[in-house]
């Protein structure tokens, strides 16, 4: 199991954002009394949401825009 820098080391993120994540608890993770862990498979789980919100984004950000006013009407 992995402490706190330990995980980020190794997810390559930094300590400071992991640690909000455990916070809003947003990320898979072990509280052993005060202290929190990370086993392989809350790695596993981080790295996959992540690649799922980058695939949601990127999919969100190809959509046509949509028109403000309605349709607009042929001339």
Do not use: C, Y
């Not at 509280?31 to 789980?45: I, N, P, S, Y």
């Not at 790295?47 to 403000?68: E, L, N």
């Amino acid at each position: 199991m992995l402490t706190i820098p330990e995980a980020a080391r190794v997810l390559a993120v930094p300590e400071s954002w992991l640690r909000e994540r455990v916070r809003l608890r947003r990320v898979p993770h072990r509280r052993l009394g005060k202290h929190v862990r990370f086993t392989a498979a809350d790695l596993e789980r981080i790295v996959a949401g992540a690649a799922q919100q980058v695939v949601s984004a990127r999919r969100s950000s190809h959509r046509w825009p949509q028109p403000r006013n309605g349709p607009r009407a042929m001339p």
